[in-house]
């Protein structure tokens, strides 16, 4: 248990439905990651929160992906009107000095 | 564009053997170099880390050694047991490693190692 906490571990939703992952990261990172990962591949970088702002977005993150970090605690991706391809691990990382990743939420879309 | 490569999906060797896993990049100059170990429905975990301007880091029964000039790092477990059969994961960092790029790792596909008893 590296104390990054992610919730939902699974989900499995109908195409066109949005979903909703959360993330709580360790009490004293500031920095928050997230990523996702396919079968067979490693880990691709999504976006990125130091505290509450959100530094960087990938090219990966379409107009449907969105993530929050209010207050600079917890961090909630949302993914609306899902496809089959983005079933995939969702991956989140804390960080002081190296990254913790949690258990990850994987999603399969129906 | 930016590729890293491991050097093959799969791994098999025998215990108390050295596995050597191998991470070659191209069109990349890395800050620094990441391994992580990723279990089956498990998130990565962190290994070793090695800067651009170190050759050899060890911790344990792991040794990690970047060579800048190949493009590549190698990573080896000596005295390998079947505890250690996993996904092994490089992950580069890019050339910001002090700006707001910190932590915005590009992974190779892993390579999945099995040591048999």
């Known amino acids: 248990d590296t104390g990054v906490s992610q919730n939902p571990r699974h989900k499995i939703t109908k195409r066109g439905q949005n979903v909703t992952f959360r993330c709580d990261p360790i009490s004293e990172h500031n920095r928050l990651y997230w990523y996702r990962q396919t079968l067979g591949q490693g880990p691709e970088f999504l976006t990125y929160f130091q505290n509450e702002a959100q530094l960087e977005k990938s090219r990966l993150l379409s107009d449907r992906f969105s993530a929050e970090r209010p207050k600079g605690s917890f961090s909630t991706l949302e993914i609306q009107r899902t496809e089959q391809g983005d079933s995939a691990m969702y991956l989140c990382?804390?960080?002081?000095?190296?990254?913790?990743f949690g258990e990850g939420s994987r999603l399969t879309v129906l | 564009s930016q590729k890293i490569e491991q050097n093959s999906e799969a791994l098999n060797i025998q215990e108390g053997k050295t596995a050597t896993l191998t991470c070659n990049y191209t069109?990349?100059?890395?800050?620094?170099l990441q391994w992580y170990r990723q279990d089956p429905g498990r998130g990565p975990v962190f290994l070793l880390l090695i800067r651009e301007n170190e050759k050899e880091k060890r911790k344990e029964r792991l040794k990690v050694t970047f060579d800048t000039t190949l493009k590549q790092s190698l990573f080896h477990i000596t005295a390998s047991q079947p505890a250690d059969s996993a996904t092994y994961l490089c992950?580069?960092?890019?050339?910001?490693?002090?700006?707001?790029?910190?932590?915005?790792?590009?992974f190779g596909q892993g390579t999945i190692l099995t040591v048999h008893p």
């Open positions: 992950a580069l960092h890019p050339p910001n490693a002090g700006g707001t790029s910190y932590g915005k790792l590009t």
């Open positions: 990382a804390s960080a002081k000095g190296e990254l913790f």
């Open positions: 069109n990349y100059s890395p800050a620094y």
